[in-house]
């Protein structure tokens, strides 16, 4: 998947195990306003630590970051 207009300059991330190429590093805030996520998601995790709400805005994806959305999923 590719979210930007132009490949120069583009940094790789991987997203729920999918690579994904971004115009350039956003904020975790950023992020999950670009990428599709479901609405129910918990957790953003960074490079396997979890990232609190109030630090989205803050917190920098760089190229090769591993970004995790964790959800609830129902079951019975």
């Known amino acids: 998947m590719v979210l930007a ?4 300059n583009m940094i790789k991330i991987t997203v ?3 690579p994904v190429e971004l115009e350039s590093e956003m ?3 950023q992020l999950l ?7 129910n998601y918990l ?6 630590d979890v990232v ?3 630090d989205y805005a803050n ?5 090769g ?6 959800t609830l999923v129902g079951g019975g």
């Open 27 to 29: 904020s975790v805030q």
């Open 33 to 39: 306003d670009t990428v599709d996520v479901p609405p």
């Open 43 to 48: 957790a953003v995790e960074v490079n396997a």
């Open 59 to 63: 917190t920098v994806v760089r190229s």
């Open 52 to 54: 609190p709400r109030e």
């Open 65 to 70: 970051d591993d970004v995790e959305v964790v």
């Open 5 to 8: 207009s132009s490949v120069s």
């Open 16 to 18: 729920n195990g999918s």
